[in-house]
């Protein structure tokens, strides 16, 4: 069997069947180049694998027994079939081969910041990444999706991530549906109705319990974000950043981190999130933050781009910020709400700063130019968001 050793890792290709007439042979190479490399752990690669009998069960018994770090990959269906029925799949750690698909004539129906989103049939579609975007992340969108789609948030249902060629992608629930983006914009009689349903949504987003265990704590993120940034900022504005993000309470409500119209998506007259790569858990005055940004702050800077970014045009953007504010804390009064709507866009503004560095896609210059802004217009008041959210 070939097989490969690097960094305590040996990784053995498994051979087409293992059954009674080689069992034994597996069992002997294996050990064997265990013995040799003192492997911590092992990686059975099942890739060109299509049966295993009970003698090949044995031996993978023996191997977990041996070097408890040992794990499956790139099972067939028929593989996993056998693991999952014998009930060893609760022994060793098996990961399925990924389906391949091609997109030839598929239809394109979408293109974003991450990929390319196309048709695959009249259930599902394929969000396509670039070459270049990490599997782990990819995966981490898929599982962020289910994760969110269980506890009942609406958005489609996360299938699974496929191989493309050289690319990887995620098959999802087709939404035969528009964005609010588009609605709004090709219906603006219907306003009232539809900003009603996006509050409605965001609501019942931050107010789902997640599994914590499962997701990451936005603060944490923000933190590890902060910390990124030491080249662009100084050690005293880093550390106010801390303190603002410390100073946010806790919470275990599902926050998605990418928040406006062109992510959320109109079916049959209900409302469902899309672009889930972002979820994590945490106080939602990080999602207000990202919606101040994309509803307000970026389209006050430059009106177009609030029609890149959210489908609609700067003043409905407004108007549903606005909107959502009132909703959610109208009840503060007339001088509260002004307040509030305030400290949430000095909030936005402090996820502009973060953004702007942490984007890997910005060049150099245009980070410090970012920065430069943010040094005017967020440093010298940020002192005051500390401790600020109280809600
Ligand atoms: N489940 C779905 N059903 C139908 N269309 C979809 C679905 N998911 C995405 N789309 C279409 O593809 C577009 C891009 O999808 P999505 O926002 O998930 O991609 P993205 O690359 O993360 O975009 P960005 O990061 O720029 O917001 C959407 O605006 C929508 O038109
Ligand atoms: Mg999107």
Request: hydrophobic content about 40%.
């Amino acid at each position: 069997m070939e097989h490969s050793y690097s960094d305590g890792i040996l990784t053995v290709k498994l051979l087409k069947r293992i059954d009674s007439n080689n069992a034994s042979d597996v069992d002997k190479e294996l050990f064997a180049a265990i013995g040799e490399c003192g492997a911590k752990s092992v990686i059975l690669d099942a890739a060109d694998t299509e049966y295993i009998s009970s003698a090949g069960l044995r031996v993978i018994l023996k191997l977990k027994k041996t070097v408890e770090d040992s794990k499956i990959i790139n099972a067939s269906p028929e593989v996993y079939d056998i693991f999952s029925m014998t009930g060893f799949i609760d022994i060793i750690d098996m990961k399925k081969a990924f389906r391949e698909i091609s997109v030839e004539g598929c239809e394109i129906i979408g293109k974003g910041g991450h990929g390319t989103v196309y048709r695959l049939n009249g259930d599902t579609i394929l969000k396509m990444y670039a070459e270049t975007e990490p599997l782990a992340e990819i995966e981490r969108e898929i599982e962020y999706a289910r994760n969110a789609f269980v506890a009942g948030v609406p958005t489609a249902i996360p299938f699974d991530v496929v191989k493309c060629g050289s690319c990887y992608g995620s098959v999802f629930e087709l939404l035969n549906a528009d964005t609010l983006g588009n609605v709004l914009a090709k219906n603006p009689d219907k306003y009232d109705e539809y900003s009603k349903k996006y509050i409605e949504l965001v609501n019942t987003l931050h107010t789902t319990e997640a599994d914590t265990s499962r997701l990451s704590n936005i603060k944490g993120l923000y933190n590890q974000w902060a910390d990124e940034m030491a080249e662009l900022l100084t050690a005293d504005e880093i550390g106010i950043l801390h303190e603002i993000i410390n100073s946010v309470p806790d919470r275990n409500t599902f926050v998605h981190g990418d928040i406006h119209p062109k992510n959320v998506m109109v079916q049959g007259g209900e409302l469902v999130f899309i672009d889930m790569a972002d979820i994590t858990y945490g106080h939602p005055v990080f999602d207000y933050m990202g919606m101040a940004l994309t509803h307000v702050i970026a389209g006050g800077r430059a009106p177009q781009r609030a029609v890149q970014i959210m489908g609609i045009d700067y003043e409905t953007g407004v108007r549903l910020w606005n909107d959502l504010v009132k909703a959610r804390f109208g009840s503060l009064g007339e001088e509260g709400l002004k307040k509030m709507n305030g400290l949430l866009t000095a909030f936005g503004m402090m996820k502009f700063t973060v953004a702007s560095a942490v984007n890997k896609s910005n060049p150099q210059q245009l980070k410090e130019t970012l920065i430069g802004i943010s040094r005017q217009t967020f440093f010298p008041n940020a002192e005051n968001l500390i401790g600020a959210v109280k809600f």
